[in-house]
């Protein structure tokens, strides 16, 4: 992701990796998908528009058997400045907002409660997110598909002296 001339993000895919998903199984959501949600989010330069943006976008799906509560924990990216976290879809669940707990604490200082079609965004500088509660409300199992964009500053290359 680069801020152009043009005061919005340009978006480039890295070919070399998988970027699509089938219709039921954890992957990759869609470039366009992913890209389209960050313009909508990430509206104007409030973020460093001197450098380059790497994106990994990858969709968590989470079953919960009925009567039995699934606590959910994001994985840990190294380096990640920002987070965004959207539901998807959520059938027969319901929860699933991560707690954000301060840097350095123990104690959440907010609760997210993202129903689908909705986002949020965080920088994992001052908080980190922790676990969340799915819990089943029908006679078969709960589903809750989560997309999580980590986004971090590329990295100038070192060039080694010959």
């Given amino acids: 992701m680069t801020w152009t001339a043009d005061d919005d993000w340009f978006f480039a895919v890295d ?47 989470t079953v919960v058997p009925v009567g039995e509560p699934v606590r959910a924990r994001l994985p840990r990216w190294d380096d990640c400045e920002f987070l965004l976290l959207a539901v998807i879809r959520q059938e027969g669940a ?26 949020l965004l965080i920088d994992c500088r001052t908080v980190n997110p922790d676990v969340h509660h799915l819990h089943a409300t029908g006679p078969g199992p709960g589903v809750q598909d989560l997309l999580v964009a980590v986004l971090t500053r590329e990295r100038a290359t070192r060039v080694p002296a010959a």
């Avoid at 954000?100 to 689908?116: N, R």
């Fill in 15 to 61: 070919q070399a990796r998988p970027v699509t998903v089938g219709p039921d199984g954890p992957g990759r959501p869609s470039a366009s998908d992913v890209a389209g949600l960050l313009r909508r989010l990430l509206v104007g330069p409030w973020i460093d528009v001197d450098a380059d943006w790497r994106i990994e976008a990858h969709r968590l799906q």
């Fill in 94 to 119: 319901r929860g699933g907002g991560p707690r954000l707990v301060p840097a350095g604490a123990t104690d959440p200082c907010w609760t997210a409660d993202l129903p689908p079609g909705r986002a």
